[in-house]
């Protein structure tokens, strides 16, 4: 398998919007009662092809969810976007979670689940097909998303790798 490399964005030259994926209260059970704490992955973007995901632990929500916001501007990834959707299909996993992206034709919509409907519109993806197989657990449905959008390549991105004409990437 080739390598891939993940194009990372600078979070200050843009403007980020975050979306809540998913909010867990934990508890650590001590000799004087339980210590609530609470986990949150938060997922940003700015809906023109730059997405990211963090995740945020604290003992209050809010707390939780602004350092997910700062985790995840730390993890920004540039996806590529033609007309609204993806360039073409793309399997994606981490851990147990595995997801499959498909283009869809304009109109069609964000046909995703939960956690990865939060990734395609922070993304900026208006028309997609996706399937989320295996794992249910946002964390790794998140990192799923990210890693196959992040292995995403257009014509002129694989144009330039091969070294050839662009015509010839899709005429053979």
């Known amino acids: ?5 993940i194009k990372r964005v600078k979070s200050s030259e843009i403007e980020l919007k975050d979306r809540l994926v998913s909010i867990q209260r934990v508890a650590k059970v001590t000799k004087g009662g339980r210590t609530f704490s609470f986990s949150a992955i938060v997922v940003v973007g ?16 809010t ?5 997910g916001v700062d985790d995840a501007k ?16 793309q399997y994606g996993k981490f851990s147990g979670g595995f997801v499959f ?5 304009n109109g069609t919509g964000v046909i995703a689940g939960g956690a990865m409907r939060a990734v395609l519109e922070s993304a900026g ?8 197989k295996g794992s249910s657990n946002p964390h790794n449905v ?3 998303t990210v890693a196959a959008l992040s292995q995403l390549r257009d014509a ?17």
Do not use: C, W
């Not at 700015?46 to 929500?61: P, Q, S």
């Not at 730390?74 to 299909?89: A, F, M, Q, R, S």
């Not at 992206?101 to 034709?105: Q, R």
């Open 63 to 67: 707390e939780a969810i602004a350092k």
């Open 1 to 5: 398998m080739s390598t891939i490399n």
């Open 101 to 105: 992206v498909k283009p869809a034709a």
């Open 156 to 172: 002129y991105t694989v144009a330039q790798h091969r070294g050839v004409d662009l015509g010839k990437v899709f005429n053979g």
């Open 74 to 89: 730390k993890n920004l990834v540039k996806v590529p976007i033609i007309n609204g959707t993806v360039p073409h299909e």
């Open 142 to 144: 998140v990192k799923a």
């Open 46 to 61: 700015d809906e023109n092809g730059v997405v990211g995901y963090g995740l945020g632990k604290a003992k209050e929500v």
């Open 125 to 132: 993806i208006h028309n997609v097909l996706a399937k989320s």
